[in-house]
């Protein structure tokens, strides 16, 4: 295992895993957003809430230069703020990963999906980056300097080289989620960002030396990894085995 540029599973802690390696740890959750229309304003500004067999082949295009991301807390704080904040973000992470689920509280779901679809708001993606987050990741990857970076697919046996020029508001969605290519690694300064299969969030690792330079807190919504932070981080501790 080349744990420069691999997740680790579930049985073990984030930080444990990228220990001597990547000492800084972030859940970046993968943003609500929603489209606008061009030229609109006022109500009429963003476009309903479209299924997946229509939203044509142009979707990812459109997404990256005419979204507006919405941050989970922003949802949470309008939905349910009197629900902690891991079991509305459970829900939410079932809700676009696998859907209604009676362990996150379908009337809590409900009341989620209703609220999304009624101000036009897609769930997050799950799995590889979607393309509303690519915006960001070149203002993010842009602070170091960088022009090029390297793309991985879930198992980090293909790859292929990235600009941050692609990954610019302006050019057209490099489409990582449906090339199968999860994560962007930079071995300088020591940066690496991936998807997790059923995850809804970029796992953001960095060394001591990245940090020293920029933060991911200017360009995402994160939360810092604690010890016992592990990649399915909104499943209970105990319901997968774990090395202790």
């Known amino acids: 295992m ?19 390696i990547y000492p800084h740890v972030f859940i970046a959750p993968y943003p609500f957003f929603r489209l606008r229309r061009e030229g609109a304003e006022g109500d009429d500004r963003y476009e309903p809430v ?14 990256k ?9 922003a949802v949470h704080v309008a939905v349910a703020p009197e629900r902690d904040r891991e079991t509305f973000f459970r829900a939410v ?15 809590l779901q409900e009341e989620i999906s209703a609220w999304t679809e009624a101000r036009n708001l897609y769930l997050p993606a799950s799995d590889a980056p979607p393309a509303i987050l690519e915006p960001a990741l070149a203002r993010f990857l842009g602070r170091f300097g960088l022009t090029h970076l390297t793309a991985y697919d879930e198992f980090r046996t293909e ?25 962007l690694h930079a071995p300088d300064p020591g940066v690496l960002i991936s998807g997790s299969f059923d995850g809804a969030e970029a796992i953001i690792a960095m060394s001591n030396a990245a940090r020293a330079i920029a933060g991911p807190e200017r360009d995402f919504e ?23």
């Open 2 to 20: 080349n744990r420069q540029i691999e997740c680790p599973d579930i049985s073990v802690p984030l930080r444990r895993h990228w220990q001597g």
């Open 50 to 63: 479209k299924a997946p067999g229509e939203r044509g082949s142009d979707f990812d295009d459109r997404v």
């Open 65 to 73: 230069r005419l979204g507006e991301a919405v941050s989970w807390h």
């Open 93 to 107: 992470w079932l809700l676009s990963a696998l859907g209604y689920a009676e362990r996150a509280g379908i009337a």
């Open 159 to 183: 790859s292929m080289e990235v600009s941050l020029e692609a990954l610019a508001d302006d050019a057209k969605a490099v489409a990582l989620r449906r090339s199968g290519l999860y994560a």
């Open 222 to 244: 994160v939360y810092p990894a604690g010890p016992e932070t592990y990649v399915d981080w909104l499943n209970p501790k105990c319901f997968f085995p774990r090395q202790q």
